[in-house]
């Protein structure tokens, strides 16, 4: 099979300066990174990394702007893993939805607009495909300090 | 098509004195408002918008009939989502999962109390269709303020 | 049917000195312990029980080794709930996604290894069927003080 859409994609991703990650973050405990299960692909927590570039809350240890940039990586990292799931994008019918977790500090309200980090990326290395629906969240902690989490859902050709 | 679960579930709201909104909150983001997938229809969060009329801390800001209010008013969102996504409710199977993010005073734990609020509307409404799982959660700060927010998934006919 | 497999993963439980509960916590509201949808199964919150064994923050109310327990008790409370959904787990196709919430201290971020406590018996018990992909949280505060909400989806043959 040609991989046209998958080509595509990558495209896209290089046009913004960028390439799928080959090491995105391990599993950090007994768990998959991902599960196939009757069309409908789950992924494991998407973060930002635990190297430190981002960590703690938006709105006091990092500003919008970097926690915007902490939820690019995270979606950047849930590409590679859409990507190992699937043996690249053909089979990707679609994004389903983003669950996204801002770690945000007591006073802060706008952890969409920290979102659409993720979101802009997915829509535009995905198309129509990257579209999602998406809720999100405003703890004022996440483990291991992590600034941003993602849960994703998406559909594949069985 | 005759739509009469359609009708018998809008007569059944009517019975409450509710209508479905025409102007549900829109997406806070980049993303969309649902997502049709394998039979798994996936909503954006559902919240009792952002006029003001509920906002904070349930136990603080909101007494848990307030919380209530603002729960029914977010499923009632749902419903006119779930309405648009598939056209009617003919081809929905039925709700499946709901989770439910109660914005909390530190010492308020009556979270479930507060969905119910939800959840009998699901259910009075949308009959057996209605039944969901859910689960509760008690966050002390939700974005833009909001008291209630549901992720809401679905089955629908293919 | 031989409940072969069913057989095996009771066995595996009981090689760790453990029983399916007869009573898993009931609902704490107006929705159903599970549902089965167009080949995906949700099950709303399976939590440690509300026998005040395991309440309140890990990292201050409850040791780490006592939240791995505790996770433990979800999951084997979640087991119960799946065999009730399936009528055994022959039609289990397998374990999607566990989201895993921990009530935390603000200066305890070992979410992971709490949740490993379940993870390891849903590893052990189901062998390949229980693979999951997991996120982590760390909230505060739990509904009705409880320190471990698990929300757990899977697959089961149609």
Redesign the interface.
């Known amino acids: 099979m040609i991989q046209t859409f998958t080509i595509e994609a990558i495209q896209r991703l290089a046009e913004l300066g960028m390439a799928l990650p080959q090491d995105p973050p391990p599993?950090?405990?007994?768990?998959?990174?991902?599960?196939l299960?009757?069309?409908?692909g789950?992924?494991?927590?998407q973060t930002s990394g635990y190297d430190g570039s981002f960590q703690g809350q938006v709105g006091r240890d990092l500003t919008l702007e970097q926690g915007q940039k902490a939820a690019e990586r995270a979606a950047l990292n849930a590409l590679t893993r859409i990507y190992q799931a699937l043996d690249g994008f053909e089979r990707l019918?679609?994004?389903?939805?983003?669950?996204g977790?801002v770690c945000?500090a007591?006073d802060f309200?706008?952890?969409?607009?920290v979102?659409?980090g993720a979101?802009?990326l997915f829509?535009h290395v995905l198309g129509e495909r990257g579209?999602?629906?998406?809720?999100?969240?405003?703890?004022?902690?996440?483990?291991?300090?992590i600034t941003i989490?993602l849960?994703i859902?998406?559909?594949y050709q069985i």
Chains 1, 2, 3 share one sequence.
Not at 27 to 35: I, L, Q
Not at 37 to 40: A, E, K, P, Q, S
Not at 109 to 113: H, I, K
Not at 131 to 145: E, F, G, M, V, W
């Open positions: 599993p950090a405990g007994d768990y998959a990174p991902y599960r299960l009757n069309g409908i789950f992924l494991a927590a019918i679609g994004l389903a939805h983003v669950a977790h945000s007591p309200f706008d952890q969409p607009d979102l659409n979101s802009r829509n579209k999602h629906s998406r809720t999100a969240y405003a703890p004022t902690q996440l483990p291991h300090k989490e849960e859902t998406f559909a």
